[in-house]
């Protein structure tokens, strides 16, 4: 049951580009909630499975010995949501706004900038391998709703 939970699934078992696959099969539930849910509740969902995570994962790095396995992506969705949340999405805006939160969030999760990339290296254990992927959905979701309103004002 854990590692259904870990891997979203079982999606960070994809033999290629793991946390793609799990961002992007969290995208997916997080749409899909949000057709039933406010966002809101998308939001304070993403920190409860954090908070359920965060747990989990340590358990799993003492039994395996690994930290951050590639195969844990339960950290993707946690940060997708946190993204999505923040974004600004709407029923009106909710394709364009699901794709630029997606983007943005792994942009900012492979690139590690500044803060984002001093939490994966420093920090162990399940706040570790959490901690990139909330402050990298954070900034994707503020630059997600920047570039909309940029898109809004000068494109659309």
């Known amino acids: 049951m854990r590692k259904l939970f870990l891997t979203v699934f079982y999606s960070g078992l994809s033999p290629k580009a793991p946390g793609t696959v799990g961002s992007f099969l969290s995208l997916i539930f997080g749409l899909a909630l949000l057709?039933?849910?406010?966002?809101?509740?998308?939001?304070?969902?993403?920190?409860?499975?954090?908070?359920?995570?965060?747990?989990?994962?340590?358990?799993?790095?003492?039994?395996?010995?690994?930290?951050?396995?590639?195969?844990?992506?339960?950290?993707?969705?946690?940060?997708?949501?946190?993204?999505?949340?923040?974004?600004?999405?709407?029923?009106?805006?909710?394709?364009?706004?699901?794709?630029?939160?997606?983007?943005?969030?792994?942009?900012?999760?492979?690139?590690?900038?500044?803060?984002?990339?001093?939490?994966d290296e420093k920090v162990s254990g399940g706040w570790g391998v959490m901690g990139d992927d909330i402050v990298a959905g954070i900034a994707g979701g503020i630059a997600a709703a920047g570039t909309y309103e940029l898109l809004v004002r000068f494109v659309l």
Do not use: C
Request: aromatic share 12%.
């Open 35 to 119: 057709q039933y849910i406010h966002v809101s509740t998308l939001f304070l969902l993403a920190f409860l499975v954090t908070a359920i995570a965060v747990k989990q994962i340590d358990i799993y790095e003492k039994e395996v010995g690994e930290h951050d396995s590639k195969e844990i992506v339960i950290d993707e969705l946690a940060g997708m949501w946190i993204a999505l949340s923040i974004s600004g999405i709407t029923q009106e805006n909710f394709i364009i706004m699901g794709i630029l939160a997606f983007v943005f969030f792994r942009l900012f999760d492979i690139w590690k900038p500044s803060i984002i990339g001093k939490i």
